[in-house]
């Protein structure tokens, strides 16, 4: 059975910086690109930042580049969102999710609260 | 990368039919056939209804399609049910970027 679980999230200041975390079972966790979306309070659905299979290619939403690094460390079977000048904006649910062109699997998502 | 289009509510009754309408551009739905359709409901995870345009994943059920004609996908609802009221978010390749549209909320009458 696939799972993906986040972690990570929690209350942090605006300018400040947070890991975010997705472990992965189930799955040839190598074999496959992952991503993250978000959604803030309220809102809509909104794709952040994709890694391919290996780790080669990142792509990332205007909205994060430059703040967010995507990166995977396969021997773990984990995905990883560093993010960095943190602002009230950025303030989600943040969900990992398995191979976005099938779609099927995704965590339950973090809350990043991004607050004085 | 701009958001996909929805109409921001549809509603419908028990039994009837509806089809909720994505409208992107020639960058996204126009050039790939990577649409996808979610359902959410509050609190919950997004689960996925219809895959690359029109495929469906095993376990969900067959009132739910998807087409795709030019920039516009769409996602058909046939035999409304009380449990279908939710919001619904189409998805779509874009070309190293992916791009969702703004939700749509189904209200069951």
């Known amino acids: 059975e696939v799972q993906l679980v986040e972690s990570g999230g929690g209350l942090v200041q605006p300018g400040g910086s947070l890991r975010l975390s997705c472990a992965a079972s189930?799955?040839?966790?190598?074999?496959?690109?992952m991503t993250w979306v978000r959604q803030a309070p309220g809102k809509g659905l909104e794709w952040v930042s994709s890694i391919s299979a290996i780790g080669t290619i990142t792509d990332y939403a205007d909205s994060v580049k430059g703040r967010f690094t995507i990166s995977r460390g396969n021997s773990k079977n984990m995905l990883y969102l560093q993010m960095s000048s943190l602002r009230a904006e950025d303030t989600a649910v943040y969900y990992c999710a398995k191979d976005l062109g099938e779609g099927r699997y995704w965590g339950q998502g973090t809350l990043v609260t991004v607050s004085s | 990368q701009s958001a996909l289009t929805q109409p921001a509510s549809v509603s419908g009754s028990p039994g009837q039919s509806i089809t909720i309408s994505c409208t992107g551009t020639s960058s996204d739905i126009g050039s790939y056939n990577l649409v996808s359709w979610y359902l959410q409901h509050p609190g919950k995870a997004p689960k996925l209804l219809i895959y690359e345009g029109s495929k469906r994943p095993s376990g969900v059920s067959n009132r739910f399609s998807g087409s795709k004609s030019d920039n516009t996908a769409s996602l058909t609802i046939s035999g409304l049910q009380a449990e279908d009221e939710a919001d619904y978010y189409c998805?779509?390749?874009?070309?190293?970027?992916?791009?969702f549209g703004g939700g749509t909320k189904l209200t069951v009458l």
């Open positions: 998805c779509s390749y874009a070309g190293s970027t992916w791009v």
């Open positions: 189930g799955f040839t966790f190598s074999k496959y690109a």
